[in-house]
T-cell receptor
Framework: DTAVSQTPKYLVTQMGNDKSIKCEQNLGHDTMYWYKQDSKKFLKIMFSYNNKELIINETVPNRFSPKSPDKAHLNLHINSLELGDSAVYFC?????????????FGPGTRLTVT | QKEVEQNSGPLSVPEGAIASLNCTYSDRGSQSFFWYRQYSGKSPELIMSIYSNGDKEDGRFTAQLNKASQYVSLLIRDSQPSDSATYLCAVTPLFTGGGNKLTFGTGTQLKVEL
């Protein structure tokens, strides 16, 4: 059974388009995250939700909008895609929002903007 | 100064040897420390977490934390070719504004040679 899953795995699109990435976890965790890993493999947090409430919102362009319909799902919608948005986007989850909780990552979505 | 620093490598060790991976962090109040392994094209996989000074052992892996020196390390005993991957150090800073805002290093590439 997949603990944290993401769809799609690959996403190729043109500049200016709008796209969404979906994430689901079946671990019963309360907290979910979006990370971006750039071409230099640097992994940086973007957002975090705890029980459907946004608790971390890093310096991310407002073209990026996360939504959490319930504790098990976290989606990322990106408007007006730019070349610099090309990256691998990882979803993660943890049991809670406290600093000692371990985070578990999904398989990633490779976004390529042409 | 980067928040979390790692030597990018590659670190090459012969099969059966001990691999030593190091990480320093800038925030003296950092609370939680994690090591992730990432194979090429895959997602980060949690290996170890450590929260207090000293050593923590799990199988062939030992994490070491020295908060006074702001230093955390990962030792891999009896290294195997399957250990060849990028190892990411992640740290939770003192002030997160709520939530576990992991800050990652750029990773150290480990190569275990036959």
């Amino acid at each position: 059974d997949t603990a944290v899953s993401q769809t799609p795995k690959y996403l190729v699109t043109q500049m200016g388009n709008d796209k969404s990435i979906k994430c689901e976890q079946n671990l019963g965790h309360d907290t979910m995250y979006w990370y971006k890993q750039d071409s230099k493999k640097f992994l940086k947090i973007m957002f975090s939700y705890n029980n459907k409430e946004l608790i971390i919102n890093e310096t991310v362009p407002n073209r990026f909008s996360p939504k959490s319909p319930d504790k098990a799902h976290l989606n990322l919608h990106i408007n007006s895609l730019e070349l610099g948005d090309s990256a691998v986007y990882f979803c993660a989850s943890s049991q809670g929002a406290g600093v000692s909780y371990e985070q578990y990552f999904g398989p990633g979505t490779r976004l390529t903007v042409t | 100064q980067k928040e979390v620093e790692q030597n990018s490598g590659p670190l090459s060790v012969p099969e059966g040897a001990i691999a030593s991976l190091n990480c320093t962090y800038s925030d003296r109040g950092s609370q939680s420390f994690f090591w992730y392994r990432q194979y090429s094209g895959k997602s980060p996989e949690l290996i170890m977490s450590i929260y207090s000074n000293g050593d923590k052992e799990d199988g062939r892996f030992t994490a070491q934390l020295n908060k006074a020196s702001q230093y955390v390390s990962l030792l891999i005993r009896d290294s195997q070719p399957s250990d060849s991957a990028t190892y990411l150090c992640a740290v939770t800073p003192l002030f997160t504004g709520g939530g576990n805002k992991l800050t990652f290093g750029t990773g150290t590439q480990l190569k275990v040679e036959l």
